[in-house]
């Protein structure tokens, strides 16, 4: 079933026109294709010819969509993107997101798409023409090595790695894991410990993030760490005096933890409206299903418990998708939305989880069969609930943000 988006009348006639132009290659080029596009992904054999085919229906919609104007939309237009603004872009993932797979179809890949932001905002003139512009244009791939396997990445400021400087050169060790994408990976930028008696001391000032190309000597990669009982590319990493040139290193030292901030604070929306556009094929399908599916005399639609189902699901979609856009509208307004932020980073991963949860219950086997994608998007919305900072950790910034607001004397204003 194609995604059905119509004009929406608050939003101006640009907005509307990127979501009907999104939704059109979404459905007519991606979705009738979904099977063939991501062939290699699937267990098994895949021969040649099904590789080759799928590589060149890839090239064939990304053209269609540098054609649309839509490629990049995370960028602007001198680096290579479409240049839209925070906003549109949230507005369009919704739509991207209804087919899993289709933002890369649109130069959007994680998490490249996160690094191509702090190089943007960190980067030299040269390190952009170095890193970004390839990196844009898919000549190149990268990866971001934060997380390790003996400290705490629900506090990034513990990590352990660290970044010495020794003459023109920074000189890296340490132990990462879960470094997304490091195998194809041609540099990595590497959050580190700056041991820099002339850099800050104050907690959050000793972080700094350096780029490390991945053929550098000392870059082991030991293994891809098994996810979700699959070989993947999140991989471990040991750091053993590995040398860079102080060039590589992003904005002032010191400037690691802010940027990490930076990386993750719009990334949260944009996750968020990812997660909407899933939630809503979770929904077409069980709803589809329902109407089709015969159980004990009668089709599934007229059963109750699935009533319930599609009700509950209905909610759960509408309050993930106004928490979201009302947290986009502050922050695109300028207003400190950190409390929105994180409510939006619990409460919309776990809503995912649960329209999931019951589409796959109306399917039965075939729900967590290879043959739809909702087996994927379970795993996705309870990875989510660890990743971009664990629900915990965001928990406890809202109460710090509520309380603090209510011992300055005012209570919360939930209209603004
Ligand atoms: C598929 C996948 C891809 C990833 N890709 C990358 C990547 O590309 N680069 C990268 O650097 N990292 C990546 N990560 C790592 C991810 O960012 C971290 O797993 C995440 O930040 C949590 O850190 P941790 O695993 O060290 O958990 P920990 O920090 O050890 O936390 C474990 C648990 O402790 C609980 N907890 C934490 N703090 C509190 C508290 N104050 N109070 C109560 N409970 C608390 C939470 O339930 C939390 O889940 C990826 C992870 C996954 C699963």
Not at 59 to 79: C, S
Not at 180 to 195: E, G, P, Q
Not at 328 to 336: F, L, Q, T, V
């Amino acid at each position: 079933m194609p995604m059905n988006v119509q004009a929406i009348p608050s939003l101006s006639d640009r907005v509307n026109q990127i979501r009907m132009m999104t939704a059109k290659i979404v459905n007519n080029e991606i979705l009738p294709n979904e099977n063939q596009l991501w062939a290699t992904r699937r267990d098994g054999q895949v021969d040649d010819e099904e590789r080759s085919q799928a590589r060149t229906l890839r090239h064939e919609i990304q053209a269609k969509v540098k054609q649309a104007g839509l490629w990049a939309p995370h960028l602007p237009e001198e680096y290579g993107g479409c240049g839209l603004s925070f906003l549109e872009h949230a507005y369009m993932n919704e739509i991207l997101a209804y087919s899993m797979g289709a933002a890369s179809l649109f130069g959007v890949v994680a998490p490249n798409s996160g690094n191509q932001k702090i190089l943007l905002k960190y980067g030299t003139e040269e390190q952009k023409k170095k890193w970004l512009v390839p990196l844009t244009e898919g000549k190149l791939e990268s990866g971001f090595s934060m997380t390790e396997p003996d400290s705490a990445g629900s506090d990034p400021r513990s990590i352990k790695t660290t970044a010495t400087r020794d003459g023109n050169d920074w000189v890296i060790n340490g132990h990462k894991w879960f470094t997304s994408n490091a195998k194809r990976a041609d540099f990595l930028i590497v959050m580190c410990r700056t041991d820099d008696p002339e850099g800050s001391a104050e907690r959050n000032g000793k972080m700094t993030q350096i780029i490390v190309p991945t053929d550098t000597p000392g870059l082991n990669i030991v293994r891809g760490v098994e996810v979700w009982g699959r070989t993947s590319d999140h991989a471990e990493i040991i750091y053993d005096n590995v040398r860079v040139p102080v060039e590589n290193q992003l904005g002032p030292t010191g400037s690691g933890h802010q940027a990490a901030q930076d990386r993750l604070g719009a990334g949260r929306v944009y996750h968020c409206m990812n997660s909407v556009g899933q939630m809503t094929r979770a929904f077409d399908l069980m709803v589809e299903r329902s109407m089709s599916r015969e159980v004990h005399g009668g089709l599934l639609e007229t059963k109750q418990f699935i009533q319930g189902f599609i009700a509950e699901s209905y909610i759960d979609i509408q309050a993930a998708r106004l928490m979201t856009i009302h947290c986009a509208e502050k922050m695109d307004s300028g207003i400190d939305a950190r409390t929105d932020i994180s409510a939006i980073k619990i409460f919309v991963p776990e809503a995912y989880h649960r329209v999931v949860d019951r589409a796959i219950q109306v399917w039965g086997a075939a729900g967590v069969s290879g043959d739809l994608p909702l087996a994927a998007m379970y795993q996705s919305a309870r990875t989510l609930r660890l990743a971009d900072g664990p629900d915990e950790v965001h928990k406890i910034l809202i109460a710090k943000n509520i309380l603090k607001q209510y011992h300055s004397g005012d209570s919360w204003d939930f209209g603004n």
